[in-house]
């Protein structure tokens, strides 16, 4: 960025210079598998994250793509046009496919005309920020699903600068993208060796093959608590409030998106946390029944009733090691397999908690276990530091493009 004056922009109709074209639709029955004779893969809703995601593919046969323009190309961009309303208007870039495929009923395909727009620069308009809040507010809502208004989003204004200055504009933007996507594989990358480092120092679980004595949690476990039932709120009335969805699936304490209650001062006690609390989810959906994770500040924070919480007798056993015993993949399957299904959720009660077994070993080796799970956290923090430094860097980087100010 300069600090030369603004560049003025002409803008023009989103539909004037590109076209959305509607997924097909198709039945459940309709389904082959991906890679037989005659098919084509079908992207959904799922398959549009921050990159197209191709881990999970399903296929129709091609005569259900009735025209040759349904086919996706490179450089189309995905649109998730029927969605929950904080979801739809989501958007994926289309690398080149080694398959042909197309899109489903819930997502349409944005295809730019490159005479007056390039693919790369309208994604990175349409998937900015502003443009995002735009879309949304395109949306009619349902009962629980907002759907895009493709007229409206066709409406939306464009900056449109000549071609060479779209692509200049475009390259800085795949360059910066660039730079905050390789902080944000950094962090991944340290999370994905916590499975690893248990596994390192105490083995498979599954196998216990050191023979560490097996206690139920019950029998370890100093006090068992349901969090509190007050409403939470989002004045900052009152203190905050730990919820479910602030521990996320891999056993972390994520307190982006905080809510605030009132308890009375004779249950702050029963209700509130301090360092070295273990907390468990024993409420969600069945996949995330069971997150857990232990609580590493000193800041006063109540905990809400779909959490409990757990302390244990330190001479004996460490939260770090408990937690990182139920956040791997033997632990995950055991909570899995206790969980009672309720409607669409799941629930694991204390009771059925505590009398889950787990091996034990030496106290000295989980207080090295801890040692290292604090130094690891402590490098994590610093990598996601600068990974939200290199976000802001990003979003204030678009902003200026789009005004015509790089």
């Known amino acids: 960025m300069n600090g030369s004056a603004q560049t003025t922009m002409k803008l023009g109709r989103l539909g004037e210079v590109a076209r959305f074209l509607r997924g097909i639709t198709f039945k459940p029955v309709d389904l082959v598998a991906p890679g037989t004779t005659d098919s084509v893969v079908c992207m959904r809703t799922k398959n549009i994250q921050s990159d197209l995601d191709q881990t999970d593919l399903i296929a129709v046969p091609k005569e259900f793509v009735r025209r040759q323009e349904l086919y996706l190309q490179e450089s189309d961009i995905l649109v998730s046009t029927a969605n929950s309303w904080e979801l739809v208007g989501k958007c994926c870039w289309v690398p080149k496919l080694d398959y042909s495929a197309t899109a489903g009923g819930f997502i349409s395909v944005l295809r730019a005309t490159p005479e007056w727009i390039l693919p790369r620069y309208l994604y990175h308009w349409f998937n900015s920020e502003a443009t995002q809040r735009h879309v949304r507010n395109c ?196 909570l899995f397999g206790r969980a009672k299904p309720s409607n669409n959720m799941s629930n694991l009660s204390a009771t059925e908690l505590g009398r889950l077994e787990i091996p034990v070993p030496p106290i000295h080796l989980q207080r090295e276990f801890s040692n290292l799970t604090h130094s690891t956290d402590l490098k994590r923090s610093r990598l996601e530091a600068a990974a939200c430094a290199a976000d802001t860097l990003f979003g204030t980087v678009v902003q200026h493009a789009f005004r015509g100010q790089l």
């Open 139 to 334: 949306g009619r809502q349902t009962t629980n699903i907002s759907n895009m208004s493709f007229e409206r989003c066709e409406a939306l204004q464009v900056p449109l600068p000549p071609l060479a200055e779209q692509k200049r504009i475009a390259d800085i933007l795949d360059k910066a993208d660039g730079i905050r996507r390789k902080r944000r594989e950094a962090v991944e990358v340290l999370g994905s060796l916590d499975g690893s480092a248990f596994l390192h120092a105490f083995g498979d679980p599954a196998r216990n093959s050191s023979k560490w004595p097996i206690y139920c949690i019950n029998q370890i476990a100093t006090e068992m608590q349901y969090g509190t039932a007050e409403k939470a709120n989002s004045n900052r009335e009152g203190i905050p409030v730990v919820r479910m969805n602030n521990i996320t699936y891999g056993g972390r304490i994520d307190l982006t998106d905080l809510k605030w209650c009132h308890i009375a001062h004779r249950l702050l006690p029963r209700f509130t946390l301090r360092r070295g609390d273990l907390l468990f989810n024993r409420t969600n959906s069945p996949e995330l029944v069971g997150k857990t994770a232990v609580w590493d500040r000193d800041e006063s924070y109540a905990y809400a009733g779909y959490l409990i919480r757990v302390r244990f007798d330190p001479e004996r056993v460490l939260p770090e090691y408990v937690s990182a015993f139920l956040n791997c993949s033997f632990g995950k399957q055991l």
